[in-house]
């Protein structure tokens, strides 16, 4: 199986201790399965900039090993025309950030799942299809 997480997945393995992050246990059961072999995570570009730009702003004391411990995963990145195409229709379609919307056209690219926790962003796009929320995620 293949899995898409936006970053606002990937951030709550870092902030699974902070009572304000709503469902990290999912967050850290998709990790957890990501390091077991049992799904691949694929991500596009601008995943691990944007999860370290919030990490920086929110917990600059743990940026670097952050950053250590996402890059040693060597999660896949992809990103090509037909998916920029995709994620630019989403976003025009419904008005919503490009940045968001490459996740989902990434998913849809490759037949996976997207999983999110941007509940605006998933009512907006739900019928879309291959989008799921992070609290309701299964494998």
Not at 99 to 117: K, N, P
Request: glycine share 2%; proline share 4%.
């Amino acid at each position: 199986m293949i899995v898409i997480a936006d970053a606002s997945v990937s951030i709550k393995w870092f902030f699974q201790a902070s009572p304000e992050e709503q469902d990290t246990g999912q967050a850290v059961q998709l990790l957890r399965l990501v390091q077991f072999g049992e799904i691949t995570l694929v991500q596009p570009p601008h995943w691990l900039p944007e999860v370290v730009a919030v990490i920086t702003r929110v917990r600059p004391d743990i940026a670097d090993q952050a950053i250590d411990y996402l890059t040693a995963m060597e999660i896949q990145i992809q990103q090509d025309s037909v998916m920029l195409k995709t994620a630019a229709r989403l976003s025009r379609q419904y008005s919503h950030h490009l940045f968001d919307t490459l996740y989902h056209a990434l998913a849809i690219h490759l037949d996976a799942m997207f999983v999110t926790a941007d509940e605006n962003y998933y009512r907006k796009v739900e019928t879309q299809g291959k989008i799921q929320l992070l609290k309701y995620w299964e494998v």
